[in-house]
């Protein structure tokens, strides 16, 4: 089993920064993929950015590509999610997730796919106002 703990959200200001982390414990020894979703009341959870066990490949929804960074210490399963010049609409709830480790390799293809991620984390509240 695979637990994962976010932490770092908050209220901030349009055009602020903040870090998301979320520290993945248990299935010692196995270093995972990991991603990150958001979600609004209401509406669906949405994909945000995911990132390789290796780190050596990232993927990024299009309405945060250039002002989010998904980064991880390296052979540590402990994500971060850096996210600049904040929006308004960014405001949701803040998931990290986990794929089985010894599942389907994230690609380009599956990476925004909820199918994918098999563990979640309880969500971080994010909210910008204006």
């Known amino acids: 089993q695979v637990q994962l703990v976010e932490s770092g959200g908050g209220l901030v200001q349009a055009g602020d920064s903040l870090r998301l982390s979320c520290a993945g414990s248990?299935?010692?020894?196995?270093?995972?993929?990991m991603g990150w979703f958001r979600q609004v009341p209401g509406q669906a959870r949405e994909f945000v950015a995911a990132?390789?066990?290796?780190?050596?490949?990232?993927y990024y929804a299009d309405s945060v590509k250039g002002r989010f960074t998904i980064s991880r210490d390296q052979g540590q399963n402990t994500v971060y999610l850096e996210m600049n010049r904040l929006k308004p609409e960014d405001t949701a709830v803040y998931f990290c997730?986990?794929?089985?480790?010894?599942?389907?390799?994230?690609?380009?293809?599956?990476?925004?796919?909820?199918?994918?991620?098999?563990?979640w984390g309880q969500g971080t509240q994010v909210t910008v106002s204006s």
């Open positions: 248990g299935r010692t020894g196995s270093i995972f993929s």
């Open positions: 990132i390789s066990w290796s780190g050596a490949d990232t």
């Open positions: 997730a986990a794929p089985h480790p010894d599942g389907p390799a994230l690609t380009s293809r599956n990476a925004g796919s909820l199918n994918l991620y098999d563990y």
